[in-house]
Every structure is written in structure tokens, then in C-alpha cells.
T-cell receptor
Framework: NAGVTQTPKFQVLKTGQSMTLQCAQD?????MSWYRQDPGMGLRLIHY???????DQGEVPNGYNVSRSTTEDFPLRLLSAAPSQTSVYFC???????????????FGPGTRLTVL | DAKTTQPNSMESNEEEPVHLPCNHS???????IHWYRQLPSQGPEYVIH???SNVNNRMASLAIAEDRKSSTLILHRATLRDAAVYYC????????????FGAGTTVTVRA
């Protein structure tokens, strides 16, 4: 299994540009989520999904959109990039059976985004 | 929500045990204690979790105080690869998948 994959690894945007960060997992996990991590800080939840067709907002959703049309993919869209969105973005997934949220969450390698 | 308190940093020598404390004095009876770690320039990875009893796995051990107001993650023989930020996280419900990361403890391992 490839696990959780994210593309691109690095991205530089200009203020106002839009883009989509890709996240895919091949473990048939129902739960997927997006976090951002600013320098020297812990991760903060942006959006999450408990299954295809179901998404919800996390702690810092403003400026981001998500959709979940398949179990495997959970793209994160930046509508109009701002310098405050400069961060490292991590995608995560988890199986929801048996132990539910106490199952291990698997994280991708991250996308480093710079907005000028 | 119950909060956790961890030291900012800890140092250890290679091959020696590391004991990482976590205080959670406002923990409720149904809160699970989860630990994740983040190696440099990588995403977090799961380490271990428990409710009341001590837990062991291939990576570490989790010792939970009898009153559950604190816990300790134990790395039995630290290696250079264990240098990372370790996060102690309380999970309230099996339906709540959100992970609340604090600042964590930065562990440095000396060769």
C-alpha cells in the first residue's frame, strides 16, 4: 500500500491565485481530514470527512473548500490564496470500524505552501 | 474540553530510556489518552493509546496513573530516529475523529 499520498510536495502561489491540494489513500479508510501546521506550532484541523459525500468544518475552515466524491480522494481547494495561508498542509485518514476514532490515523508527507 | 500539559523539551542519550510526562488533571472518565509523534519534516505518526491500564506496543509503553490525571510515554531504548515532537492528546469519543494537537514535547537524542 502507498498509504496517504499528497501532491504537490511544494507550491508557491501569488496572492489571489487558487489551487487544489491533492490527497489520496489506498487503505479504504472512511475518515479523512486536512490539517495545517504553521512554524513552531501544532496542527490545526481545517476540514474533515467521515465518508464519501460527507464533509464538515474543523477549527480553521475559512478560505478552504473540500469535497469527497470517492472514498480514496479528499482534495483541498484554496479559493483565493492569502499570505496567511502560508503553511504546511497534512492530510490524514483512518479506518472507522470497531474502535472508531481510537483507530490509528495515518498522515501524508505534507505539502509546503508559500503564498507571496 | 480537557487539556494536556507537556514539557517543552527533553534530552536523552542514545540507548537510554526516555520518560515523557503528560498532565491531564481535568480528564473525564471516558477520555482516552493518545500519543502521536512527528519526526522532522514528516507528518505525525501514531504511537500508542490507552484508557486506564498500562499499554505496550512495539514502539513504546504507556503508563497511566491510577487517578488518570497524568500519564507517561516510555521509549525503552532511545535511538536517533526517536528524535521528534511528541504529542499527548485526549480523545473524548469513538465518534470524534478530530485530533487536537498542542505544542508537544521536543525530544533530542544524543549519540
Amino acid at each position: 500500500n502507498a498509504g496517504v499520498t499528497q501532491t504537490p510536495k511544494f507550491q508557491v502561489l501569488k496572492t489571489g491565485q487558487s489551487m487544489t491540494l491533492q490527497c489520496a489513500q489506498d487503505m479504504n479508510h472512511e475518515y479523512m481530514s486536512w490539517y495545517r501546521q504553521d512554524p513552531g506550532m501544532g496542527l490545526r484541523l481545517i476540514h474533515y470527512s467521515v465518508g464519501a459525500g460527507i464533509t464538515d468544518q474543523g477549527e480553521v475552515p475559512n478560505g478552504y473548500n473540500v469535497s469527497r466524491s470517492t472514498t480514496e480522494d479528499f482534495p483541498l481547494r484554496l479559493l483565493s490564496a492569502a499570505p496567511s495561508q502560508t503553511s504546511v498542509y497534512f492530510c490524514a485518514s483512518s479506518y472507522s470500524g470497531t474502535s472508531g476514532a481510537h483507530n490509528e490515523q495515518f498522515f501524508g508527507p505534507g505539502t509546503r505552501l508559500t503564498v507571496l | 474540553d480537557a487539556k494536556t500539559t507537556q514539557p517543552n523539551s527533553m534530552e536523552s542519550n542514545e540507548e537510554e530510556p526516555v520518560h515523557l510526562p503528560c498532565n491531564h488533571s481535568t480528564i473525564s472518565g471516558t477520555d482516552y489518552i493518545h500519543w502521536y509523534r512527528q519526526l522532522p519534516s514528516q507528518g505525525p505518526e501514531y504511537v500508542i493509546h490507552g484508557l486506564t491500564s498500562n499499554v505496550n506496543n512495539r514502539m513504546a509503553s504507556l503508563a497511566i496513573a491510577e487517578d488518570r490525571k497524568s500519564s507517561t510515554l516510555i521509549l525503552h531504548r532511545a535511538t536517533l530516529r526517536d528524535a521528534a515532537v511528541y504529542y499527548c492528546i485526549l480523545r473524548v469519543s469513538s465518534n470524534d475523529y478530530k485530533l487536537s494537537f498542542g505544542a508537544g514535547t521536543t525530544v533530542t537524542v544524543r549519540a
